[in-house]
């Protein structure tokens, strides 16, 4: 019978209440219902496919083989040698032989067109905590960085939330494959000065992602010279640099650089991952290079807060350094990821939807502007919601990939088997044969 | 040999027994800082001259400042010379950062044009303090008792080699399975694809499980109100994130924890108070202290979000006990601010005194658990640091969610999960881990403070941690900071033995130094004794 006295709400700070995390998107909303109704090939064919998740999982078979064969990798062996160091080992700087082999994986993903050393490399727990640790260094709250539309929608909460910094985009369009211009990258960066934001970089994905597509050299050139112009950073996050579908059309900012003679480099910074390439997001292994020394040995420091364990990068050091696994690894994703990807479009051609000519990633950039009622961001998101609901398919809309032209939707093939992806394509076919009749 | 060990079903020890202060019970004065104004009338001239100059420099610098047109101009206030401070290691302590994140104006050098954030200029110049430059020494020129025996010892590390053996044991015999699977298939796909960022649900009830364990199982954990994260220190980073805003503070009783200014007001823009405890309480937590500084902190404009503490403490090795812990409650309910209790040793007492968790004390309270925040991590009960697991355990719903997402910026890696699941599953295993790793570090401690006894140097008696929190003012040779490092720098150089001076973790009474004796074997301890013995020469 006590009485019940009102305890003041004890607050939470501005970060922990805002909504910045931007999980109630419709990006975030499809994995939601994903979540609870999932596809499964025997006990669940009637639920949804997940097509909004980035995950590579068409090489698994190849990872495996190596830890069968390489125990020495998994664990430390009889009397384990090395443990002790491996367990206390917390260092900021990272496991060399990890960083070495990160270093070599890096330049053979390039087909060796770009070096990579060794210690301008810092880690960090995922290239989420890389992408923002970068935004901490180079810009202070309010200030803003510039990124080409349409882009990953994880960058709203990742590049934005605890920094307080903010995203300016640079307008892309379809009538030019979505390419960065310098005219528009002007107009970003005039948008920025007129609402009174100090624009301290810009930020590419390349290959991009959601475009599924390389940046060309040309545009790379005007890209930096533009950062070098207006006296900002360049980040460039070259996650899907490995998930390239020919190993020639890949042209990193390092190659650029390179054929600069490295003038300028000061301003560049890349930030790479292992979970795109080799498939293992669960691991939590991204890095930053970066060509500014003051740069590292900031990052370097702050990764405390965002270091990758220790036995993970023993094992992936073990992994990375056998080239005969690593160069088949490279060589295999790419032909099975070019083939799915040659899959998903010939399927989407047979049911008459067209997609952005792509050469990268675990996804495809597809075009249902014909579908819409009317062209805009509406239409866009009701008919999202027809496609999860009624036909059980989980793609991301380009609105949330802040895509300025509605219809766009990015679809991803690599998170699943072969056979699924069949009945995916299954189902939009009966989708748009529906459509057609009516 | 053995020394007793306090069992939770014995009644507490009545009486704390302080085995020695420095220099009497008697609290010295402390030598007031170095701004005492003197002169008479150079007084004015005194306070004119340089306000001029000062004018007159803004007015210099504004015009000759950067022309928004010019291009080629740095835009930044200065970019730090980072040739003076190089990279050192085990960085997960890091007390150089004192302080603000105020634009320091760094003098200018072009190590390129394009500049950085002024939130971290400031830090770049952080590896000077006396606790970096020691743990650099020690890398560069590690004792070892055959190869490298006239190496620096290294007492200023608070890792726990103790027991590793155990550990290396285990994973030798069950490390692959461990990770990839039981039975002969082995499974990728469990620990590549994407995870929850707080940490697998399994792992949680493991982690949860052996929680409960070290503080012998007195109070349980409940595996949903975790939020697993890559360490303790972006634990601690998160919950300041989620539990203030710029500008606000959190009061800390000192001597406390060097890593906290960076985990707690790096990035995040929170400040700290500190709230000192004093020898003549033998660094114990005072209620009042915490109120006086609460007020003083009200007068000037900041706002107050939590308290943070750490039971056992670090450098102190004190346990708050039961009546402190309600005492505190008492205190966050009446200010309606939060607590965060770092509870990272709570397997790594000293068996002197009853542990008693935060959790506990809320677990009997049905109200106020939503203000309750406490951190905890594998590093040093476990002995793990380099695996990287921290946990926030908290009774509130709204933290909880926050820290989930939070938590993406800092996971933990599955396969480290997959293989700590398995490992502390094996309860036999953790059993015989924990009460192993304490009879090892008693035996260890109590060497070590006989050692510095005999020396003459008094330590305050620990209860809980890897540390002796020892008197050395009676060494130095003047009452200061200053005098303080000095001894420091002897240790350091001449006897070549790495401890922690005082400072560091910004105790009021100089000449406190904190030894770490968990990185050592026992016959590491005659060396370090005679080597201590060697620098110091008593001061009159």
């Not at chain 1, 210690?119 to 510039?146: M, S």
């Not at chain 1, 960058?155 to 310098?182: A, E, K, Y």
């Not at chain 1, 990258?185 to 009174?196: D, I, L, R, V, W």
């Amino acid at each position: 019978m006590a009485i019940e006295i009102e305890q003041p709400r004890v607050g939470l700070s501005k970060v922990a209440v805002s909504k910045t995390h931007g999980e109630d998107s419709p990006y975030f909303a499809g994995w939601k219902a994903y979540d609870e109704n999932p596809y499964h090939e025997t006990s669940n064919q009637s639920g949804v496919i997940q097509m909004g998740l980035a995950e590579n999982q068409v090489s698994f078979d190849l990872l495996e083989k190596y830890l069968e064969e390489h125990s020495e990798a998994s664990s430390w062996g009889k009397g384990a040698p090395g443990f002790r160091e491996n367990a206390l080992f917390q260092d900021y700087h990272g496991l060399k032989s990890f960083r070495q082999a990160m270093a070599n994986f890096m330049e053979q993903i390039r087909g060796g067109r770009a070096k990579f050393d060794p210690d301008r490399i810092v880690l960090t727990a995922g290239a989420t905590a890389a992408n923002e640790l970068l935004t901490f260094i180079l810009a202070d709250p309010g200030d803003a960085l510039l990124i080409p539309t349409p882009y990953y929608p994880g960058f709203d909460r990742d590049l934005r939330w605890r920094t307080s910094v903010n995203i300016v985009p640079i307008h892309c369009g379809s009538s030019n494959n979505f390419q960065i211009t310098p005219e528009a990258m002007e107009a970003a960066y005039q948008s920025a000065e007129s609402m009174n934001l100090k624009v301290r970089g810009i930020l590419i994905t390349n290959p991009s992602n959601p475009l599924g597509a390389t940046i060309q050299r040309s545009a790379l050139e005007q890209i930096l010279d533009f950062a070098v112009n207006k006296n900002i950073h360049l980040v460039s996050d070259e996650i899907y640099s490995g998930s390239t579908f020919s190993s020639s059309e890949f042209i990193s900012i390092a190659e650029i650089l390179e054929t600069r003679g490295y003038k300028d480099a000061e301003r560049v910074h890349i930030v790479y991952s292992l979970s795109k390439d080799l498939g293992l997001p669960g691991f939590r292994v991204g890095t930053i290079y970066s060509y500014n020394d003051q740069v590292v040995t900031t990052a370097r420091r702050m990764s405390s807060f965002t270091l990758i364990s220790s036995q993970t990068q023993h094992l992936l050091a073990c992994m990375l350094s056998n080239k005969e696994f690593s160069e088949n690894y490279i060589k295999t994703n790419r032909e099975r990821l070019s083939k799915r990807y040659d899959m998903i479009i010939k399927g989407l051609k047979k049911a008459g939807i067209e997609c952005l000519k792509g050469n990268a990633g675990l996804f495809c950039w597809m075009n249902l502007s014909p579908l819409l009622e009317k062209p805009m961001r509406e239409s866009e998101l009701a008919l999202w919601k027809v496609i999860l609901n009624e036909v059980k398919l989980n793609i991301s809309p380009g609105s949330s990939c802040h895509c300025s032209e509605p219809g766009w939707f990015r679809v991803c093939f690599a998170n699943m088997s072969e056979q699924t992806l069949e009945i995916a394509l299954e189902r939009i076919h009966k989708f748009m044969e529906q459509r057609k009749r009516n | 040999m053995t020394q007793t060990r306090y069992y939770r079903t014995r009644s507490p020890e009545p009486e704390k027994e302080k085995t020695g202060g420095g220099g009497g019970t008697a609290m010295r004065v402390i030598v007031p800082l170095q701004g005492v104004v003197q002169g008479r009338g150079g007084l004015v001239l005194g306070s004119i001259i340089p306000c001029a100059l000062f004018y007159f420099l803004q007015f210099y610098l504004k015009r000759n400042r950067d022309d928004p047109d010019d291009k080629n101009e740095s835009n930044s206030t200065g970019q730090n010379p980072t040739t003076r401070s190089p990279s050192s290691e085990h960085l997960t302590e890091l007390p150089g950062l004192t302080r603000s994140l105020s634009r320091a104006l760094l003098s200018p050098r072009n190590s390129g044009p394009v500049s950085i954030s002024a939130r971290v200029s400031g830090i770049v110049k952080g590896g000077d303090s006396p606790y970096y430059m020691g743990l650099k020494r020690v890398k560069e020129d590690p004792y070892d008792e055959l190869d490298n025996p006239n190496g620096v010892i290294q007492l200023g590390l608070a890792e726990n080699k103790l027991s590793l053996d155990l550990v290396k044991d285990w994973l030798a015999e069950n490390a692959r399975e461990a990770i990839l699977g039981n039975g002969k298939e082995l499974s990728i796909s469990g620990i590549a694809p994407y995870q929850p960022f707080d940490g697998l649900m399994e792992f949680k009830v493991a982690v949860a499980g052996f929680m409960s364990q070290v503080m012998e199982n007195a109070v349980s954990f409940n595996p949903s109100q975790i939020v697993l994260t890559a360490g303790a220190t972006p634990a601690i980073e998160i919950l300041s994130f989620c539990l203030a805003d710029t500008g606000n503070a959190f009061l800390v009783p000192t001597p406390y924890y060097p890593g906290f200014d960076r985990d707690v007001k790096w990035r995040t823009g929170v400040e700290i108070i500190h709230v000192p405890c004093r020898s003549a309480d033998n660094f114990h937590l005072s209620i009042a202290a915490l109120d006086r500084s609460f007020n003083q902190a009200k007068k000037r404009g900041m706002k107050v979000r939590g308290v943070i503490i750490s039971n056992p403490s670090n450098p102190a090795g004190n346990l708050l006990n039961r009546e402190t812990l309600y005492s505190l409650l008492d205190f966050a309910r009446e200010k309606n601010i939060h607590i965060i209790s770092n509870e990272i040793l709570a397997g790594s007492t000293l068996g002197n005194e009853e542990f008693v968790s935060m959790a506990e004390i809320v677990d009997q309270e049905d109200t106020d658990r939503k203000r309750v925040h406490i951190v905890y991590g594998l590093s040093k009960d476990l002995s793990l640091p380099g695996f990287r697991v921290g946990v926030i355990y908290t009774f509130n719903e709204d933290v909880l969610a926050a820290a989930r997402k939070l938590s993406r910026f800092s996971a933990t890696s599955a396969p480290t999960q997959r293989l700590l699941i398995s490992m502390l599953s094996d309860t036999k295993f953790v059993r015989t881990f924990i009460t192993t790793n304490w009879e090892r570090l008693q035996r260890m401690y109590v060497q070590l403070v006989a050692g510095l006894e005999k020396m003459g140097i008094k330590s305050i008696k620990s209860s809980g941690g890897f540390y002796c929190w020892a008197d050395m003012s009676g060494f130095i040779s003047s009452y200061s900071e200053k005098g303080e490092v000095e001894l420091w720098d002897k240790l350091l150089n001449i006897g070549k033995v790495n401890v922690t001076p005082g400072s560091c973790c910004h105790c009021i009474e100089p000449g406190w130094f904190r030894f770490c004796f968990a990185t050592l074997t026992e016959k590491d301890i005659p060396i370090v004794m005679e080597r201590i013995q060697k620098v110091l020469k008593p001061v009159n």
